[in-house]
């Protein structure tokens, strides 16, 4: 059921997530240009809710024009919106980030959220991504930010990014007897 949404995919610590990355969009930031794994990729994420249901829970990235048409599409098919800000100043075209929420199945949760990703996919059909721009920060020396953060991280393109977990998170979730989301696949 999820390979409907036909985008890239991953399944880490009992998550299992969708990448949106908006291709489609050459954004720059006060007059400098921000390739697309600067911030210009949406997700949404599934994990078990306990008791046989799921959670979604995404951010969705949209242009100022995708804005209503998402949140309507959100709506009208009983998912939430639980945020709309932005992440830049002076990005060209204004982007948005839309926070979505819902619970229920797997399938029942894709069903719903597949409008809103219909919209979004409208504009970015078969476009590659933009050409990253040449930076001063070509040679940067990863394994000594990884070091120094104490966490690896992920080249992606001109982007080196490092998540960090939270496992006061984690405990707190476990403390909930949320059981792993072995179901998602």
Excluded: C
Excluded at 116 to 138: C, L, M, V, W
Excluded at 148 to 171: F, H, L, S
């Amino acid at each position: 059921m999820l390979t409907t949404l036909a985008k890239t995919r991953d399944f880490k610590e009992n998550v299992f997530k969708v990448n949106i990355p908006r291709t489609d969009v050459r954004v720059t930031i006060n007059g400098r240009s921000a390739p697309t794994p600067f911030g210009f990729g949406g997700w949404v994420a599934l994990t078990s809710g306990g008791e046989g249901s799921e959670v979604l829970m995404g951010d969705l990235v949209l242009t100022e024009a995708e804005v209503n048409p998402v949140m309507s599409a959100l709506l009208e098919n009983g998912l939430e919106v639980t945020a709309l800000h932005n992440h830049f100043f002076w990005e060209q075209p204004r982007i948005f980030y839309m926070h979505v929420h819902g619970r229920g199945t797997i399938e029942d949760l894709i069903t719903r959220l597949k409008p809103a990703i219909a919209i979004i996919d409208k504009a970015t059909p078969g476009r590659p991504a933009p050409s990253a721009p040449a930076t001063a920060f070509e040679s940067l020396n990863t394994q000594a930010i990884a070091t120094t953060v104490g966490q690896p991280g992920e080249q992606n393109g001109p982007v080196y990014k490092i998540t960090i977990g939270r496992p006061d998170v984690r405990a707190a979730v476990a403390q909930l007897g949320m059981a792993p989301a072995a179901r998602i696949k």
